[in-house]
């Protein structure tokens, strides 16, 4: 703002009451509204766009009261929605600001002139089905007033030069996990429970149903109108009831209530309104798009929803909607207008359609996500559904959708052996709800051969990701429908299941399948097939405790390998030979059988497979006392596990990292480890692999007896809570290998449009909070809930002091001073104020040094990164050594954890000395909080000048006290 900013000595002409009085509370939005402020002080038109129902509307409101004394005429609000006719939009802007027409005169001259001098804002609500109307008033009354400043909202944009767009969409929701005090952190349901409160005074967010409530927000997608139409139905039904009734969209679609506006009454009405703004093309492509259950690429419409009868659509009567009629045939006219539009120019490719729905908020599109992907949010997918149904095109449009992800099913198959394993995870994931739908109509349309074939390609995914319960359903679904289905599809699905079956421990099932895949492979000369039976079934028998037996089948499935000279093939044959030998301690032909596999699978790529590779030869390292290897291979499996999201591998991982720690006596580390790999294992459905039973027992037993029974069971049950990259970095420390950065984040059950730049995510979680409290001789550490008591340190003193200033520096030597200080009673030094300094140690090392170590450090991460993707874990640990190497080597030139250098005055001696006491503690609060200690080591930085700096990717906030 310029001068009208503060101007308190005038009365505004029009301001607050000029605008509609809310009915109800104003719950969440703040840093979105905020973030509107704050843009309408840069931009003279900001255009609230988003889909119906998202609360564009009270948004305006809420930010034109907050800001209308901030002009000096106030603020002004118009509202739209009523108005049929694109001539009439000047009359209504002229009749909300009480300017009144002039003889010979056209009106928006007269609206110019009249507010040439005014300082305001002016509020356009609802202005998407006239949009070409209030562009052509609203661009020149901004030319002619540049005191005036205008705010839309609509759910296409204005398009006109200077136009900010600022999208709305829904309240943040709660993850799928969460318990009562988490939830009530997100706006969604903070809004449901004051609207069912309106209704039911006694309802609240509880333990009981805050999972339920959680649902429900998820399902609406955050919309703020469609929470408050659930929530108006607390009085009669509970949580756990009503997110039941809302799996059918379309009976809420018709929910009502008494809202002002009559498109606001019934979701329908809103979707309809909508709906009817659209091109023909247009509706058509909408409605198509509602055969994807989850977030689609353009590829993917083109093959599915784009059809040559996508550009003449049969006319079809919708649902009733609550709207005014001269609305409905205002919207009319202007798709009939677009229709034309478009016949007159020529057919519309798919892409150039979706990108205009993208612009009318009709499909969302998900952030961060390469190539592209869109989203229809649940209530507009249920509408298009129901249009669909009329028409009588869902099934053949649903045959279509099912054949496009059974071949994409197909291409990963092939594909998943492969060093892009991780890419089609990833692809995978990503379409993980459109591949459940095809399975599903695949099943319902009685096409059982493409279901057992399309689950069997599937199975390995299911394996990777530890859905071992969700793919055993599917393909014994499939598998028991019709034995009759093709050979060569139903000895996959039968191989897959039994290799889901086996890894739940239920070795029966596993028998029974594989043994029928063995029989089916036999008979019709499948020797992949035959090869993959008789691993499996030779695995079971070692489980069974059988190692004989299973050596006897797994050298019969390495015979039938080497006639296939496929890699991966003959490298599990042999791993699983491996494994058979740790279980009898031969570890020297254990690592032989080892060796071989990780050549062969090495060979092959597969990510997967190297990494249990890596495991398997790190217990035969362990057997055979070479703790140094086994510890490199373990931390090498923990990152390729770690990179593919997979929790059993992880599992595993975690509890023989514990039994090195416990060789090691890392008891308490060792301890909390065991507990990570219980509930690692247990979210993952995987069945503790029987012969480590017995070495997991004498380690539990070993760690018990050291630490005694109280210490060792809350150390363990401390584990057991860690979320999993907790476990990943404490047992990434525990190796000593570098952390792996955290996998992509999967797509949400909500997912919204990325804030416009500089916003903040509406209603992101809270941070972790953490404290650190001196209690006499000891200190309180803090951390999600979990306390831990430290023994009292200068370090931990000089931390405590750097934590309770973030981003101030203070010279180690009044550190030093200060605690000297302390210790005779005396007053603190005098704090010395902060340096623009880097908090560098000093000249040690001049400019041309430090580019020289940092050159090399890059030179050693490329050749580290070369060496990874090639699998030559030789070259990585040589590239690994010598960059932890000189890695330490330049921080101790400029920081912490470094090496000593010989103290030639006061202040350097200060700094040693504070460096290293510093270095101490981060270090006895990582081996108790690995969390914490990433953080710190992140976060503070020594030398001459010592901070605390936040590591914002941590997101930790240290209480005061």
Same mark, same amino acid.
């Given at each position: 703002?310029?001068?009208?900013?503060?101007?308190?000595?005038?009365?505004?002409?029009?301001?607050?009451?000029?605008?509609?009085?809310?009915?109800?509370?104003?719950?969440?939005?703040?840093?979105?509204?905020?973030?509107?402020?704050?843009?309408?002080?840069?931009?003279?038109?900001?255009?609230?766009?988003?889909?119906?129902?998202?609360?564009?509307?009270?948004?305006?409101?809420?930010?034109?009261?907050?800001?209308?004394?901030?002009?000096?005429?106030?603020?002004?609000?118009?509202?739209?929605?009523?108005?049929?006719?694109?001539?009439?939009?000047?009359?209504?802007?002229?009749?909300?600001?009480?300017?009144?027409?002039?003889?010979?005169?056209?009106?928006?001259?007269?609206?110019?002139?009249?507010?040439?001098?005014?300082?305001?804002?002016?509020?356009?609500?609802?202005?998407?089905?006239?949009?070409?109307?209030?562009?052509?008033?609203?661009?020149?009354?901004?030319?002619?007033?540049?005191?005036?400043?205008?705010?839309?909202?609509?759910?296409?944009?204005?398009?006109?030069?200077?136009?900010?767009?600022?999208?709305?969409?829904?309240?943040?929701?709660?993850?799928?996990?969460?318990?009562?005090?988490?939830?009530?952190?997100?706006?969604?349901?903070?809004?449901?429970?004051?609207?069912?409160?309106?209704?039911?005074?006694?309802?609240?967010?509880?333990?009981?149903?805050?999972?339920?409530?959680?649902?429900?927000?998820?399902?609406?997608?955050?919309?703020?109108?469609?929470?408050?139409?659930?929530?108006?139905?607390?009085?009669?039904?509970?949580?756990?009831?009503?997110?039941?009734?809302?799996?059918?969209?379309?009976?809420?679609?018709?929910?009502?209530?008494?809202?002002?506006?009559?498109?606001?009454?019934?979701?329908?009405?809103?979707?309809?309104?909508?709906?009817?703004?659209?091109?023909?093309?247009?509706?058509?492509?909408?409605?198509?798009?509602?055969?994807?259950?989850?977030?689609?690429?353009?590829? &993917?419409? @083109? /093959? #599915? +929803? $784009?059809? %040559? *009868?996508?550009?003449?659509? !049969?006319?079809? =009567?919708?649902?009733?909607?609550?709207?005014?009629?001269?609305?409905?045939? &205002?919207? @009319? /006219? #202007? +798709? $009939?207008? %677009? *229709?034309?539009?478009?016949? !007159?120019?020529? =057919?519309?490719?798919?892409?150039?359609?979706?990108?205009?729905?993208?612009?009318?908020?009709?499909?969302?599109?998900?952030?961060?996500?390469?190539?592209?992907?869109?989203?229809?949010?649940?209530?507009?997918?249920?509408?298009?559904?129901?249009?669909?149904?009329?028409?009588?095109?869902?099934?053949?449009?649903?045959?279509?959708?099912?054949?496009?992800?059974?071949?994409?099913?197909?291409?990963?198959?092939?594909?998943?052996?492969?060093?892009?394993?991780?890419?089609?995870?990833?692809?995978?994931?990503?379409?993980?709800?459109?591949?459940?739908?095809?399975?599903?109509?695949?099943?319902?349309?009685?096409?059982?051969?493409?279901?057992?074939?399309?689950?069997?390609?599937?199975?390995?995914?299911?394996?990777?990701?530890?859905?071992?319960?969700?793919?055993?359903?599917?393909?014994?679904?499939?598998?028991?429908?019709?034995?009759?289905?093709?050979?060569?599809?139903?000895?996959?699905?039968?191989?897959?299941?039994?290799?889901?079956?086996?890894?739940?421990?239920?070795?029966?099932?596993?028998?029974?399948?594989?043994?029928?895949?063995?029989?089916?492979?036999?008979?019709?000369?499948?020797?992949?097939?035959?090869?993959?039976?008789?691993?499996?079934?030779?695995?079971?028998?070692?489980?069974?405790?059988?190692?004989?037996?299973?050596?006897?089948?797994?050298?019969?499935?390495?015979?039938?390998?080497?006639?296939?000279?496929?890699?991966?093939?003959?490298?599990?044959?042999?791993?699983?030979?491996?494994?058979?030998?740790?279980?009898?301690?031969?570890?020297?032909?254990?690592?032989?059988?080892?060796?071989?596999?990780?050549?062969?699978?090495?060979?092959?790529?597969?990510?997967?497979?190297?990494?249990?590779?890596?495991?398997?030869?790190?217990?035969?390292?362990?057997?055979?006392?070479?703790?140094?290897?086994?510890?490199?291979?373990?931390?090498?499996?923990?990152?390729?596990?770690?990179?593919?999201?997979?929790?059993?591998?992880?599992?595993?991982?975690?509890?023989?990292?514990?039994?090195?720690?416990?060789?090691?006596?890392?008891?308490?580390?060792?301890?909390?480890?065991?507990?990570?790999?219980?509930?690692?294992?247990?979210?993952?459905?995987?069945?503790?692999?029987?012969?480590?039973?017995?070495?997991?027992?004498?380690?539990?037993?070993?760690?018990?007896?050291?630490?005694?029974?109280?210490?060792?069971?809350?150390?363990?049950?401390?584990?057991?809570?860690?979320?999993?990259?907790?476990?990943?970095?404490?047992?990434?420390?525990?190796?000593?290998?570098?952390?792996?950065?955290?996998?992509?984040?999967?797509?949400?059950?909500?997912?919204?449009?990325?804030?416009?730049?500089?916003?903040?995510?509406?209603?992101?979680?809270?941070?972790?909070?953490?404290?650190?409290?001196?209690?006499?001789?000891?200190?309180?550490?803090?951390?999600?809930?979990?306390?831990?008591?430290?023994?009292?340190?200068?370090?931990?003193?000089?931390?405590?002091?750097?934590?309770?200033?973030?981003?101030?520096?203070?010279?180690?030597?009044?550190?030093?001073?200060?605690?000297?200080?302390?210790?005779?009673?005396?007053?603190?030094?005098?704090?010395?104020?902060?340096?623009?300094?880097?908090?560098?140690?000093?000249?040690?090392?001049?400019?041309?040094?430090?580019?020289?170590?940092?050159?090399?450090?890059?030179?050693?991460?490329?050749?580290?990164?070369?060496?990874?993707?090639?699998?030559?874990?030789?070259?990585?640990?040589?590239?690994?050594?010598?960059?932890?190497?000189?890695?330490?080597?330049?921080?101790?030139?400029?920081?912490?954890?470094?090496?000593?250098?010989?103290?030639?005055?006061?202040?350097?001696?200060?700094?040693?000395?504070?460096?290293?006491?510093?270095?101490?503690?981060?270090?006895?609060?990582?081996?108790?909080?690995?969390?914490?200690?990433?953080?710190?080591?992140?976060?503070?930085?020594?030398?001459?000048?010592?901070?605390?700096?936040?590591?914002?990717?941590?997101?930790?906030?240290?209480?005061?006290?």
């Amino acid at each position: 703002m310029r001068r009208w900013v503060g101007a308190s000595k005038m009365v505004p002409a029009g301001g607050p009451k000029d605008l509609p009085a809310p009915l109800t509370s104003f719950v969440g939005r703040r840093q979105e509204a905020a973030g509107v402020c704050a843009r309408l002080e840069h931009n003279r038109l900001v255009t609230l766009t988003g889909a119906g129902g998202a609360g564009k509307s009270r948004l305006a409101v809420e930010v034109a009261t907050s800001l209308a004394p901030r002009y000096r005429d106030g603020a002004r609000f118009v509202e739209l929605a009523g108005l049929s006719e694109p001539l009439l939009v000047a009359h209504a802007v002229a009749a909300g600001l009480d300017v009144q027409e002039q003889a010979g005169r056209t009106l928006p001259d007269v609206l110019a002139e009249r507010l040439r001098d005014k300082v305001m804002l002016l509020v356009l609500d609802c202005c998407e089905h006239l949009v070409e109307a209030v562009a052509q008033l609203v661009l020149p009354l901004l030319s002619a007033c540049r005191d005036v400043r205008v705010m839309a909202t609509s759910r296409e944009r204005l398009g006109i030069p200077g136009e900010a767009l600022w999208p709305v969409t829904g309240l943040a929701t709660p993850p799928a996990q969460g318990g009562a005090v988490d939830v009530m952190e997100y706006d969604a349901v903070r809004l449901f429970a004051d609207r069912a409160t309106a209704v039911e005074p006694d309802f609240a967010v509880t333990e009981a149903n805050a999972a339920a409530v959680a649902e429900i927000c998820r399902k609406l997608d955050g919309l703020p109108l469609a929470i408050e139409l659930a929530a108006a139905r607390a009085n009669a039904l509970d949580a756990a009831q009503l997110s039941r009734w809302l799996d059918d969209r379309f009976r809420f679609l018709a929910w009502e209530a008494r809202a002002p506006q009559r498109r606001h009454r019934t979701l329908d009405g809103v979707v309809e309104w909508s709906y009817a703004l659209l091109s023909e093309p247009e509706r058509a492509l909408f409605e198509r798009l509602s055969v994807f259950a989850g977030a689609f690429t353009l590829d &993917a419409v @083109e /093959a #599915v +929803a $784009a059809q %040559e *009868s996508v550009g003449a659509p !049969e006319t079809v =009567a919708g649902p009733e909607a609550m709207v005014s009629e001269g609305a409905v045939a &205002a919207a @009319e /006219a #202007v +798709a $009939a207008r %677009e *229709s034309a539009a478009i016949a !007159e120019a020529g =057919a519309v490719g798919p892409g150039e359609l979706l990108l205009r729905l993208v612009d009318k908020s009709l499909v969302t599109v998900v952030p961060r996500r390469s190539p592209a992907r869109y989203r229809l949010l649940g209530t507009l997918r249920a509408y298009g559904l129901a249009r669909l149904r009329q028409r009588g095109e869902s099934a053949a449009l649903s045959t279509q959708h099912a054949a496009y992800f059974h071949d994409l099913a197909e291409q990963a198959w092939e594909r998943f052996r492969g060093p892009h394993q991780a890419v089609w995870l990833d692809r995978l994931k990503a379409e993980h709800d459109d591949l459940r739908a095809a399975l599903d109509w695949l099943m319902a349309s009685r096409d059982i051969d493409g279901a057992v074939r399309m689950a069997g390609a599937l199975a390995s995914f299911w394996d990777v990701q530890g859905r071992y319960a969700e793919g055993r359903v599917w393909l014994e679904r499939a598998l028991e429908a019709d034995r009759s289905a093709a050979a060569k599809g139903r000895v996959r699905a039968l191989n897959g299941l039994g290799l889901l079956a086996v890894i739940q421990g239920d070795l029966e099932r596993a028998w029974l399948s594989c043994s029928e895949a063995e029989h089916l492979s036999r008979r019709n000369g499948d020797l992949p097939g035959l090869v993959c039976s008789l691993q499996y079934l030779g695995f079971g028998a070692l489980l069974v405790g059988n190692p004989d037996g299973a050596v006897e089948t797994l050298g019969e499935s390495l015979a039938a390998a080497l006639k296939t000279d496929e890699p991966w093939l003959m490298g599990w044959s042999y791993l699983f030979l491996a494994m058979v030998e740790v279980t009898r301690s031969d570890f020297a032909q254990a690592e032989h059988h080892g060796r071989t596999a990780f050549r062969l699978l090495c060979e092959a790529g597969e990510p997967k497979s190297i990494a249990w590779a890596e495991l398997t030869l790190a217990t035969a390292s362990w057997g055979l006392g070479d703790v140094r290897d086994a510890r490199a291979r373990t931390g090498e499996a923990l990152r390729l596990f770690h990179k593919l999201d997979a929790p059993w591998g992880l599992a595993e991982v975690f509890q023989i990292t514990a039994m090195l720690a416990m060789s090691g006596r890392h008891y308490e580390k060792a301890a909390a480890l065991f507990g990570a790999s219980d509930t690692a294992r247990k979210k993952s459905g995987a069945a503790l692999l029987s012969f480590l039973k017995g070495w997991r027992a004498a380690g539990i037993a070993k760690t018990r007896t050291e630490m005694g029974d109280r210490r060792f069971e809350e150390a363990r049950e401390h584990g057991r809570q860690w979320p999993l990259e907790t476990a990943v970095l404490a047992t990434a420390a525990e190796l000593g290998t570098v952390p792996p950065l955290p996998p992509p984040a999967p797509p949400g059950a909500r997912v919204s449009s990325a804030p416009p730049p500089g916003a903040r995510a509406p209603s992101a979680p809270p941070p972790h909070r953490a404290s650190l409290r001196r209690r006499g001789d000891y200190w309180a550490l803090v951390h999600d809930g979990q306390v831990v008591h430290l023994k009292h340190t200068v370090g931990l003193g000089y931390l405590a002091r750097l934590l309770a200033a973030p981003d101030r520096e203070f010279l180690a030597r009044e550190l030093a001073a200060a605690d000297r200080g302390t210790a005779r009673g005396a007053a603190l030094a005098p704090e010395a104020p902060a340096s623009g300094g880097t908090g560098d140690a000093g000249p040690v090392l001049d400019a041309r040094a430090k580019a020289a170590y940092r050159r090399r450090l890059r030179e050693l991460a490329e050749e580290l990164d070369e060496a990874e993707r090639f699998h030559d874990t030789v070259r990585a640990e040589q590239a690994r050594v010598e960059l932890d190497a000189v890695t330490e080597q330049l921080a101790g030139a400029v920081g912490l954890g470094g090496r000593d250098r010989r103290a030639v005055s006061d202040g350097e001696r200060a700094r040693l000395s504070v460096t290293k006491a510093l270095k101490a503690a981060v270090k006895r609060i990582s081996v108790h909080d690995p969390v914490l200690g990433l953080h710190l080591e992140r976060s503070v930085r020594t030398g001459a000048y010592c901070s605390y700096a936040p590591d914002p990717a941590t997101r930790i906030v240290w209480e005061r006290g």
